[in-house]
């Protein structure tokens, strides 16, 4: 499955619901959104149905996101689902980490193969100034129980300015006594996100630089990935960076997303896509959503241009599904 630009669409983003217990400021309002109403939520079982008809046009992973995923029911069992789809090679998913303590051991029988753990701070007072929570504690007894289940992990943490820039260095001492992976990530002004400032990711490296020592880059072998990596001396994990707003990596995009009622979006930025639950819900059979898929990634954007505002998506982040 391929855009208009020849790049292989293999990657599909799929948000299972986009409710959330915690409410991070920069993707969240702090009186919350309308939440879509549950009959307007895909089914798990018509979620499957979509990745079933994308593996079938060439996506071979898949990263399962909210909201926060793990508070849709029986999530675990939609894991067993699409881990049983022909052509699915990999299944990950993207949680803030606060029930991941209960369900980790429960997402490896399940067949999850990796776990991204959002995480913007180590101390409690910042993270409940980011969350409205005070909800440390559980993240990192599901980051725990993540690696104890054996989970490949990687921190997520989006730096910004006044908020927590002062907090990064322990962020990234995370990856120093365990295999973890910590990646810094540029806020991108969508939703909430244009309130806030962030910070590039030189400066960023920059910092960690003076307090860790010179940092060794990894040569970048997955050119789909966003993401570049560097070791630092006497630690176990990577430390990363993703740099949308500071470098453009456009060029390589492989992934679509899946919003929870069932819209394929094809850029994070802009709103447009095809809205695949009317007709799914409508008898629409599998060989006709096919062609509907195939012609929403033809007109997939070449790049984003996040100066160019008038184009951005208008829904919050945790609507989207990131």
């Given at each position: 499955?391929?855009?208009?630009?020849?790049?292989?669409?293999?990657?599909?983003?799929?948000?299972?619901?986009d409710?959330?217990?915690?409410?991070?400021?920069?993707?969240?309002?702090?009186?919350?959104?309308?939440?879509?109403?549950?009959?307007?939520?895909?089914?798990l079982?018509?979620?499957a149905?979509?990745?079933?008809?994308?593996?079938?046009?060439?996506?071979?992973k898949l990263?399962?996101?909210?909201?926060?995923?793990?508070?849709?029911?029986?999530?675990?069992?939609?894991?067993?689902?699409?881990?049983?789809?022909?052509?699915?090679?990999?299944?990950?998913m993207?949680?803030?980490g606060?029930?991941?303590?209960?369900?980790?051991?429960?997402?490896?029988?399940?067949?999850?193969?990796?776990i991204?753990?959002?995480?913007?701070?180590?101390?409690?007072?910042?993270?409940?100034?980011?969350?409205?929570?005070?909800?440390?504690?559980?993240?990192?007894?599901?980051?725990?129980?993540?690696?104890?289940?054996?989970?490949?992990?990687?921190?997520?943490?989006?730096?910004?300015?006044?908020?927590?820039?002062?907090?990064?260095?322990?962020?990234?001492?995370?990856a120093?006594?365990?295999?973890?992976?910590?990646?810094?990530?540029?806020?991108m002004?969508?939703?909430?996100?244009?309130?806030?400032?962030?910070?590039?990711?030189?400066?960023?490296?920059?910092?960690?630089?003076?307090n860790?020592?010179?940092?060794?880059?990894?040569?970048?072998?997955?050119?789909?990935?966003?993401?570049?990596?560097?070791?630092?001396?006497?630690?176990?994990?990577?430390?990363?960076?993703?740099?949308?707003?500071?470098?453009?990596?456009?060029?390589?995009?492989?992934?679509?997303?899946?919003?929870?009622?069932?819209?394929?979006?094809?850029?994070?930025?802009?709103?447009?896509?095809?809205?695949?639950?009317?007709?799914?819900?409508?008898?629409?059979?599998?060989d006709?959503?096919?062609?509907?898929?195939?012609?929403?990634?033809?007109?997939?954007?070449?790049?984003?241009?996040?100066?160019?505002?008038?184009?951005?998506?208008?829904r919050?982040m945790?609507?989207?599904?990131?």
């Amino acid at each position: 499955m391929t855009d208009s630009y020849g790049r292989n669409i293999d990657y599909l983003r799929v948000s299972l619901t986009d409710r959330c217990d915690l409410r991070c400021t920069y993707c969240m309002p702090k009186c919350g959104v309308d939440n879509i109403p549950h009959k307007e939520i895909l089914t798990l079982e018509e979620t499957a149905r979509i990745v079933r008809i994308m593996a079938g046009l060439g996506v071979k992973k898949l990263r399962i996101t909210g909201g926060e995923p793990l508070i849709r029911r029986n999530v675990t069992g939609f894991v067993r689902l699409v881990s049983d789809i022909t052509g699915i090679e990999d299944i990950c998913m993207t949680s803030n980490g606060t029930r991941l303590s209960e369900y980790a051991s429960q997402l490896k029988a399940a067949g999850l193969h990796r776990i991204n753990i959002s995480l913007d701070t180590t101390h409690r007072d910042v993270f409940s100034k980011i969350t409205g929570t005070d909800m440390l504690g559980k993240v990192l007894e599901g980051i725990d129980a993540a690696y104890d289940a054996g989970f490949p992990i990687k921190i997520n943490c989006v730096p910004m300015k006044g908020v927590n820039d002062k907090d990064l260095d322990s962020v990234a001492l995370l990856a120093k006594e365990r295999p973890i992976d910590v990646r810094f990530i540029e806020l991108m002004p969508i939703g909430c996100g244009k309130e806030h400032t962030g910070i590039r990711s030189d400066t960023v490296l920059h910092q960690l630089e003076e307090n860790f020592g010179k940092a060794e880059p990894y040569e970048r072998t997955d050119m789909s990935s966003p993401a570049e990596y560097y070791r630092f001396s006497g630690f176990c994990g990577n430390i990363g960076f993703i740099s949308p707003m500071s470098h453009k990596f456009c060029r390589y995009c492989d992934r679509a997303r899946l919003t929870s009622n069932g819209f394929l979006k094809l850029c994070l930025q802009y709103p447009d896509g095809a809205d695949l639950k009317t007709p799914l819900r409508s008898g629409c059979s599998d060989d006709d959503l096919s062609e509907m898929i195939l012609a929403a990634v033809r007109k997939k954007p070449l790049q984003h241009s996040f100066s160019d505002t008038d184009m951005t998506d208008d829904r919050k982040m945790v609507q989207i599904g990131g």
